[in-house]
C-alpha cells in the first residue's frame, strides 16, 4: 500500500485530530507524484494490486484536474501486470457533481468521514470557526447518491455514540450508508483520549459492537462492516496460511509526504518527532533511490524496536496469529515504547471483535451438537464464517 499526503492541510479542524501539520497548505508536485511511481513500478516490489490512498491531509482541497493529471500520469506508466487502485479518505464537506464524476471515472474508492447525527457529529468535526460540519457533509452524501457513486463511511466512536448502536444504525439506513467502518476515540499525537483512558472501554466497544452487528445483520441492510468482515476470513483461514501485517514489515507501506519525504510501518509516523527516533524519515523519493530506502526501514532502530515488539506478541499474546503485532504508532504513544505488546488499540481493533465472532462460532457449534448433525470440521467452518 502506498500513503500519499496530497498535502498536510485539511480545510475543517476537528478537535480528536492528531494530524500536526493540518494548516500547512504546501501541495506534492506533479514531478514528486511522477518520481514516486516511476522508481516505484522500476523497482519491481509493486505487487499485482497497489492500493493507493490519498490521505493525510484533506485531499478533496486540491483541485479535481490536480489528481486527473496524476492520476493520467500514473496510468500512463503503469506495467500491463500492475494495478492501480486509488482512495480517498475525506471528509465529505467539499463533494462537487464534478468529485462525483472524477471518483466514477477512475472507479476510487471513497471513505467518507461521518460520526453519526447531527448532535455526534458536530461535536467534534468543526469548521476553524468552531461550527458544525453536519449539514455539509449530508449535502455531499447526497450528492454521493445522486450520482450513483459508491462510498464507504468511517465514523469515530465516542462516549455518545459507544452507548447507542440502535441509533448510528438508524442514521447509517436514513443516509442509505450500507458499508461502515468504525474507529473509536484514540489517543494519537498531541491528542489525548478521556475515553483511553477510563476502564470500561472495552465492555462499552464489546457491547455496541455486538448489538451494531446483530441490528445490522437483521435489518439486511448493512453490506459490510469492517471490524466483523474483514476479521471474519483472518480467523478462519487455513493454518498454513500466515497473517501478514504490513505495518510491521518495512515498506510493505510506503508513507509519502508532500515533499517527497517516505516512512514506512504505521501512516500516521508520517509527522510524528520523537527524541529517540527523530522524524522517522526513511529517505526521500527525489533523492534516494528504493534500494537505499529500502536499506534505511532494515537498518533503523525503529525496525529494531518495531521487531522486537512483534516478536514479544508471537510469545506472550493468544491474538497473535491473527492480529500479527499490532500498530507500531499506537505501542508507541500508548506505551512509550514500539518494542511491547498490549494496547487499548489491540482491544479494539483485533481482541473485542475476534471474541465476539469466536462467541458466535461456539453458539452455532452448540446449536448444531443439541440440534442438528454436526458437521465436519471444515464445513463447520466455512457454514460459521457465511452464518456470523
Ligand atoms: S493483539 Fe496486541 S498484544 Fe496481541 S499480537 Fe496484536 S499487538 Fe500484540
Known sequence: MVVV???PFC?????????????????IAQETVATLFEKLFASGWARPEVTVVWHA?????????FYDQAFAAIEAMRPAHVRIKHAFQTNGTLITPAWCDFV????????????????IHDANRKTRSGKGTFDRVMAGLKLLRE???RFHVISVLGRQSLADPRGMLDFYLDQGVDHVCFNVEESEGDHVSDL?????????????LGAFWHLARASGKIH?????????????????????????????????????????????LLGYQSQEYGNFLLGNVNTDTFR??????????LYRDISTGVAACRQSCDYFSICGGGAPVNKLSENGSFATTRTAYCTLTQIVATDLILDSFDRLERSWTEGAPTPPPAAAQRGAAAAV
Open 292 to 301: 537505499q530506502i529500502r536499506d534505511a526501514a532494515y537498518g533503523s532502530a
Open 5 to 7: 499526503q496530497p498535502t
Open 147 to 149: 450520482h450513483g457513486v
Open 224 to 268: 459490510f462492516l469492517r471490524e466483523i468482515d474483514t476479521m471474519i476470513p483472518r480467523i478462519f483461514r487455513p493454518s498454513e496460511i500466515d497473517m501478514r501485517n504490513p505495518q510491521v514489515e518495512p515498506l510493505a507501506m510506503l508513507n509519502v509526504d508532500c515533499l517527497g519525504n517516505v516512512s514506512s510501518f504505521s501512516p500516521e
Open 11 to 27: 480545510n475543517i479542524d476537528c478537535s480528536y485530530c492528531y494530524l500536526p501539520s493540518r494548516h500547512d497548505k504546501r501541495v
Open 57 to 65: 491531509g484533506e485531499p478533496m482541497v486540491l483541485p479535481v484536474a
Open 104 to 119: 466514477k471515472k477512475w472507479d476510487v474508492g471513497l471513505g467518507v468521514s461521518v460520526d453519526g447525527p447531527r448532535a
Open 196 to 208: 483511553f483512558a477510563a476502564g470500561d472501554l472495552r465492555a462499552r466497544f464489546q457491547d455496541f
